[in-house]
């Protein structure tokens, strides 16, 4: 296994600013406090992906912090446009990918999708509004994660709410729960006592999915049982984006409160999402790692926010 389920790069490298325009600053809510401290990053594990980076295992160390239970959600962004008019990067490229079972049926035949993953269609029109693109809407969706949102979408809400993104460090840090190396929020085993855990693919990926977990798509951010530090959807459900520029090359920096290269051409996604199968992509694991331009969006990336204590 060395392949990924996620949709290529818009092809743009770096990183351009985008102004945020402030009108109030909102207060954060549905934060969880975490205490912080020393912890066993990454993984070495025979089914990790090499050029991905989990490994080496290191011990890392990260401050006190706060971190949002669940992803964001459409009724959040919504009141963050509301309060801004901000457009999202979906909508200034005026396309997004879409997985294919999910699009349209007239689109499926229509739409480009790349050569390596052509299970991605790049749908004119879909937006966080509207994810299927053209006609498809959030109604009945408030409470389900945000997605075709870019890195520069979640900056611009993060400053826009008073908080930030989680570096990478403290991203895994709560995503495991308080347990030491265990290859999910919850232990070890995927589906314990025969329960679903978390939203990811069933079946034969990309063409048939059982969805004996539930969803075929993104779930409420509060699907499934909380983990250890009462986080929600830490793996699973849609791929969440970090601050960090991406490398694998982490020995070269602090192992205290690390904050990854100054510089870079791609951004930090974790977690997987409802794409991860585990003869694909088995990316929906504590320490599993991918990245993608700050300026990409897909129905499968979302983020959560963090804040400084």
């Not at 490994?55 to 962004?77: E, K, L, M």
């Not at 063409?207 to 830490?234: H, I, Q």
């Not at 929906?284 to 983020?303: E, K």
């Amino acid at each position: 296994m060395s392949e990924s389920c996620c949709a290529p790069g818009r092809g743009e490298s770096g990183h351009r600013e985008r102004v945020v325009p402030r009108r109030q600053r909102r207060r954060l809510s549905g934060m969880v406090t975490l205490e912080g401290g020393a912890f066993r990053m990454g993984s070495d594990d025979e089914d990790t992906f090499e050029a991905d980076g989990e490994g080496p295992v290191r011990t890392v160390t990260v401050r006190p912090f706060r971190i949002s239970a669940t992803a964001v959600t459409n009724a959040q962004f919504a009141a963050f446009v509301k309060d801004t008019g901000y457009k999202t990067d979906a909508e200034r490229f005026g396309w997004s990918y879409v997985f294919h079972l999910l699009a349209p049926p007239g689109a499926r035949r229509s739409a480009p999708s790349p050569a390596e993953t052509p299970w991605w269609l790049g749908i004119e029109g879909a937006t966080w509004y509207a994810p299927e693109g053209p006609g498809s809407t959030i109604e009945g969706r408030q409470n389900h994660p945000v997605v075709h949102v870019s890195w520069n979408d979640a900056q611009a809400y993060c400053a826009w709410a008073g908080g930030r993104l989680p570096t990478e460090a403290e991203w895994e840090y709560a995503a495991r729960g308080g347990l030491d190396q265990a290859r999910y929020p919850w232990g070890n085993e995927l589906t314990p006592r025969g329960q679903h855990r978390c939203n990811i693919w069933q079946g034969r990926f990309p063409v048939y999915n059982t969805e004996e977990d539930g969803y075929l798509g993104p779930a409420p951010v509060k699907s499934y049982r909380p983990n250890g530090f009462g986080l929600y959807n830490m793996v699973g459900n849609v791929w969440e984006w970090c601050a960090d520029w991406f490398s694998t090359d982490h020995l070269s920096r602090p192992l205290e409160d690390p904050r990854g290269p100054e510089t870079g051409e791609t951004k930090v996604m974790r977690g997987g999402s409802y794409l991860c199968h585990a003869s694909y992509c088995n990316r929906y694991r504590c320490s599993a790692r991918t990245s993608n331009t700050p300026d990409s969006s897909t129905g499968n990336i979302g983020f959560r926010i963090a804040a400084d204590l």
